[in-house]
């Protein structure tokens, strides 16, 4: 594999980051209808999106449904061709980053060991046909890691570490609840110990109190394995407890990054606003939203300047005609509206 050095981007730039995402775009086209049928134009799932992991970081993913959270992730993981940018994975020593876009067939079977992923429905994630100790030992027989009496026992450590039995291994899925199923879920994606997991809305398919049990268990294995999250969720308030930095996105681009606090205690994006103000409180006479919530732009039809002029209190005439950068307000903050850059 091919080495690159990069620089740090939109966080701490005394350490080496894990992952490092670069203008990262996914484009699907949209074609006419008919025998004879020509490109229409692109369905900009995600845009020139750039961010860094750190090494034992939970980075949180945030926006509304359609924004492009889970395409960047399954995009990052290889599960989709890039359709430009650049994501750089941290494999071996300091600076020693191999890019993912690059990478052939047999290269990226290699690096699956390091990058995992954690889905978001328990129930059709997990292959119904196949019994736990199958589904949980199958990574390790794939890449051909473990076999018998060593396979057997790294399976039951494993189940034992996220709050199940050994003696589950002879059970199938439809035999557990929710929250065993998620547990199964992450024994799986943790058996092969990555350095990196994708956990693409892990609770949000689980009651209240099945989601905290959940959450406690990933921040423990975070700590206990040296892992790095990115953690998709429209639940704030699970962001706000797991996660260390996070990224808001809006019709496909990353509007905002900060430290989770700083960005609950002090958003600057006028988005980043509105989707603070939307979620639930206790006290419904607490809530205050701004007066045009509006809607979700169209990713195949987006605005010629920014794709949140149409919501956006702030705009004037020029927000139109250009799309603006993320940019630093400080060290560790970064908003893409000139508005809060000092630009206007």
């Known amino acids: 594999m091919n080495t ?11 350490r080496p980051p894990l992952l490092a995402v670069r203008e990262l775009c996914k484009f699907f086209p949209i074609y006419s209808q008919g025998i004879f ?45 890039f359709t430009s940018g650049h994501a750089y994975f941290n494999y071996g020593g300091p600076d020693q980053y191999v890019e993912l876009g690059t990478l052939g067939s047999s290269e990226l079977v290699e690096l699956r060991k390091s990058m995992q992923m954690i889905f978001q429905d328990p129930f059709s994630s997990l ?24 396979l ?3 399976v039951d450590e494993m189940l034992r570490e996220v709050g199940l039995r050994p003696e ?8 557990f609840s ?24 892990a609770v949000s398919a689980l009651d209240v109190s099945v989601q905290a049990q959940v959450i406690n268990l990933l921040s423990d294995l975070k700590e206990q394995r040296g892992l790095s999250y990115i953690f998709v969720a429209h639940d704030l308030e699970v962001v706000r407890h797991i996660c260390d930095r996070v990224a808001v996105m809006y019709a496909g681009r990353i509007v905002e990054l900060a430290p989770t606090e700083e960005l609950f205690e ?12 939307s979620a639930p409180v ?58 809060c850059t000092g630009e206007r």
Not at 313 to 335: A, F, G, Q, R, Y
């Open 127 to 150: 292959n119904p046909r196949m019994t736990v100790g199958q589904i949980v030992s199958e990574p390790l027989q794939i890449h051909h890691l473990a076999k018998g009496s060593e």
């Open 266 to 277: 002090n958003p600057h994006h006028p988005y980043t606003k509105l989707l603070l103000a």
């Open 4 to 14: 690159v050095t990069i620089d740090a981007f939109g966080g701490d730039r005394n």
């Open 152 to 154: 057997e026992d790294r």
């Open 282 to 339: 206790p006290d419904p006479d607490q809530r205050t939203l701004p007066p045009n919530p509006g809607e979700v732009a169209d990713a195949g039809n987006l605005p010629k300047g920014c794709a949140f002029t149409p919501r956006c209190p702030l705009c004037c005439e020029s927000c139109s005609e250009t799309v603006p950068e993320l940019k630093p307000i400080n060290d560790h903050h970064w908003v893409a509206c000139p508005f």
């Open 37 to 81: 049928r020509r490109k229409l134009g692109d369905v900009k799932a995600v845009n020139q999106v750039s961010f860094d992991l750190y090494p034992n970081e939970t980075r949180g993913l945030v926006g509304e449904s359609g924004c492009g959270k889970s395409t960047t992730v399954r995009t990052i993981l290889r599960a989709l061709d």
């Open 168 to 175: 589950h291994k002879t059970r199938y899925p439809h035999a």
């Open 178 to 201: 929710g929250g065993q199923r998620q547990r199964i879920g992450i024994a799986r994606a943790l058996i092969m110990n990555p350095k990196f997991v994708v956990a693409d809305e």
